[in-house]
């Protein structure tokens, strides 16, 4: 029995079962470009950053590098961008923006940063290489002797006595003895 007109040919498909493969064929093309995106998103710098934020808590300086993250890396590379599309020479130019604009020794702790943070991305396979591996220091940092001032050794005294025993002895005994 012949099928009527309007189900025979309706935008070159002939039978409902063509039909219904086009349609399975469209659900499937509509979650593999669904899954390119959340694999997009997976792989974009603010996730990527936040995960490594979450999963380096326990360390006493995330709160700081974090902060650096929003002010220098977040506004150069935006928040969106893929973590493959970041090249040495992006990583080079940002540690130079951050030199030229005064900040010699942030500029070194920033390639510090993203050295270890494009280590980590490696380890959780979000990238294949650190962009930011070969990249060398601004400039050489230059250590300093620190010496306390006398109103520094006062207050550091006055505050070995609210220790008390021992650690305010043997801190007593560090500061006399260098």
């Not at 902060?67 to 890396?73: G, L, N």
Request: hydrophobic share 35%.
């Amino acid at each position: 029995m012949p099928k009527p007109a309007s189900l025979r040919a309706k935008d070159g498909i002939n039978t409902r079962d063509e039909r219904r493969e086009a349609r399975q064929a469209t659900k499937q093309k509509l979650e593999e470009t669904k899954q390119l995106e959340e694999d997009k998103a997976k792989n974009a710098l603010i996730h990527a950053a936040n995960a490594y934020f979450d999963a380096k808590d326990n360390l006493r300086s995330i709160d700081e590098v974090s902060s650096s993250f929003k002010k220098h890396v977040f506004p150069e590379w935006g928040e969106n961008r893929e973590l493959c599309t970041i090249t040495p020479a992006d990583v080079r130019a940002l540690i130079q923006r951050i030199h030229t604009g005064g900040a010699p020794i942030m500029a070194n702790r920033m390639l510090g940063r993203l050295k270890t943070f494009f280590n980590w991305a490696m380890d959780e396979d979000l990238i294949d290489s650190n962009p930011a591996a070969k990249v060398k220091r601004i400039m050489k940092e230059q250590e300093r002797e620190r010496v306390l001032s006398d109103n520094e050794i006062i207050a550091f005294w006055k505050a070995c006595d609210r220790l008390g025993y021992p650690y305010g002895d043997c801190s007593r005994l560090l500061l006399l003895t260098g």
